[in-house]
C-alpha cells in the first residue's frame, strides 16, 4: 500500500477499496444467487450481480477522471462479510435458512457499498472534484439503494419475515 498523505491519497484509497468491493462482489453475488432457493431471491441477486459489473466500469471511469489507473486496495470488511456467509452455509441443511440469511447478507452487503459511496461522495465535495468523478458515483449509489430496498421487500415477504411479524 502506498503512503496517505492528503485527502486526495484518502480518495484514491477509498476508491480502490471500493473497486475491490465491486470486483469481488460479482462472483459473491454469483454464489447468492446459486445458493438461494427462492426465485425471488435468485433473480434478484443476478440482476444485482449485471449491474455491479457496471458498478465496476464506473468505478474505472472514476479513476480515469482523478488521473489515476484502476487498481483494488483488499477490504477486510468484504472479505469478513463472505467468510460470515460461507460459514452460515456450511452449518446448515435448510434451505429457507440460508434463503433467510441470503436476504440478510445481501442487505448487509447494499448497507457498505452505500457507505462507502457516501464517504467517496462526501470526500469529492470537499475536494471540488467535478462531474467526471461524481456522476458516476452518485449513478451506482441510487442502484444500491434500490437493491437493498428490493431485499427488504422480498425479506418481508419470506416465511422468516412471516414469523417475525407474528411475534411482534
Ligand atoms: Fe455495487
Ligand atoms: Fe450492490
Redesign the pocket.
Known sequence: MTDIDTLEDLFEHELAALYYVETE?IDVLDELALESRNDEIKEAFAD?RE??RE?ATRLEDAFRAIGASSHSERSATLDGLAADRQRVVEATDDPDLVDSHSVAIGRR??AV?IEQYESLLRMADELDYDEDVTDPLEETLD??ED?KQKLSAIGEESRFGKLLAKLR
Do not use: G, K, S
Request: charged residues 45%; glycine residues 0%.
Open positions: 462482489l444485482h449491474e455491479t458498478h452487503i447494499e457499498e442502484e444500491e437493491a
